[in-house]
């Protein structure tokens, strides 16, 4: 009589399925539903740490932790991972983490209330710094939209250098964009775009497109190698404009700093600033205020700091029950190894922090002046192989 054996099935928030794909991830597809599906060894790789940080979440709140990350939202994908990762550091670095969204007086509940080696308590929300209204939200998805429909478009001799201007202020009809597109790629000359390059010439017909305050802009490029498949965007030039991550990054503390009212434990607000260009400075800014250089006659320009910071303005400090920002950028599943989080500590917290352990880079005022104090990067704390996931 054969023994009955209990099988324990992995923690996993992945599918068990055949994955053969191989292609870079489309416009559309959810970053999970790529991760999911994708048979690149780096998507395994980065499916690997996923489930190693879940092993580590607290049985009774793991199906919901699965449930966020599967959302084919990106918004609430990222969210997820972020307090994923923010979890999986605490437990890594001896931290205790005593309770996942406790209930405050208020009604409202943060993310983790934990405990130190040392004993201290304290609050840790997280929360993504995106840049993005309702209505810009809506606008990056109709471009994702029509990026996707360029993007499918059967070019097997030449890849489309991409530039656009403006956002889709409606939808863009994407059949009559597609086949527009379509009719152009089949006119063209492969031999004799061969011949313009190796002359110097740039005699390539362009293709335009303008519908709802958006301008598409293609120069074909003829391929090294004719009928070849993948994808027919070969290069988008993204559009110039003054970018301001800090605007962001101060609305997200300012939201959080004020949402739980009366505690009596210090608050971290871990902050993922998701727009291309933020950095611990652009938080630095967000928080202290922006810098601007004051010249009075017969003097040496000054940089001073605005009074515009989420933890100061006009009439001094404010926001004071936020004790601590944790920032990164642009974190995601993909770019653990590549990451830094620095902690940034006010000054002027009603419960201050103290030192805190987690092993990354500290931004401190002492003595009025910022002082940095050097920190490990996640690939070191988590033990990532150098060149993860390539």
């Given amino acids: 009589m054969c023994e009955e054996q209990n099988y324990i099935h992995p923690i996993t928030a992945f599918d068990d399925v055949p994955r053969d794909e ?25 499916r690997a740490l996923v489930d190693q940080w879940l092993t580590d979440y607290p049985a009774a709140h793991r199906p919901e932790m699965v449930r966020r990350l599967r959302s084919r939202g990106d918004t609430l994908h990222r969210s997820s991972l972020f307090e994923l990762m923010l979890h999986a550091l605490l437990v890594r670095q001896g931290f205790r983490v005593i309770e996942i969204e406790p209930e405050l007086p208020n009604g409202r509940a943060p993310d983790f209330l934990v405990e130190m080696p040392n004993g201290t308590r304290f609050f840790l929300e997280a929360t993504l710094a995106t840049g993005m209204d309702q209505a810009s ?137 998701l727009e291309e260009y933020a950095n611990v400075e652009h938080a630095i800014d967000a928080l202290f205020g922006t810098t601007s250089v004051v010249v009075r006659e017969g003097c040496e320009p000054q940089a001073v700091r605005n009074p515009d910071g989420a933890w100061r303005g006009p009439v001094g400090a404010v926001n004071t029950r936020s004790s601590a920002v944790l920032f990164v950028a642009r974190l995601s599943a993909w770019s653990v190894a590549q990451r830094s989080l620095s902690l940034v500590i006010n000054p002027w917290a009603r419960n201050p922090i103290g ?36």
């Fill in 22 to 46: 191989q292609e870079p991830a489309s416009h559309l597809v959810g970053e999970f539903d790529y991760l999911n599906r994708s048979g690149r060894p780096e998507a395994a790789a980065v």
């Fill in 137 to 273: 939200a809506g606008a990056d998805r109709r471009m994702r939209e029509a990026l996707q429909a360029i993007d499918e478009v059967e070019s097997p001799d030449f890849f489309l250098q991409l530039r656009t201007t403006g956002m889709p202020t409606q939808p863009i009809a994407l059949r009559q964009l597609r086949r527009s597109l379509q009719r152009f790629v089949e006119s063209l000359d492969y031999d004799r775009a061969v011949e313009s390059l190796d002359r110097g010439l740039d005699e390539a017909p362009v293709w335009q497109h303008i519908e709802h305050n958006t301008h598409f802009i293609i120069h074909p490029f003829p391929k090294n190698v004719r009928r070849e498949g993948g994808r027919a965007v070969g290069v988008r030039m993204l559009p110039g404009g003054i970018i301001h991550p800090e605007a962001a990054i101060r609305s997200a503390v300012e939201n959080k700093a004020g949402r739980y009212g009366e505690i009596d434990l210090p608050l971290i607000i871990a902050v993922n600033a």
């Fill in 355 to 390: 030192d805190i352990p987690l092993g990354v880079e500290v931004r401190k005022v002492i003595d009025e002046r910022l002082h940095t104090q050097a920190g490990q990067k996640l690939r070191e704390i988590f033990n990532i192989p150098d060149g993860w996931p390539e």
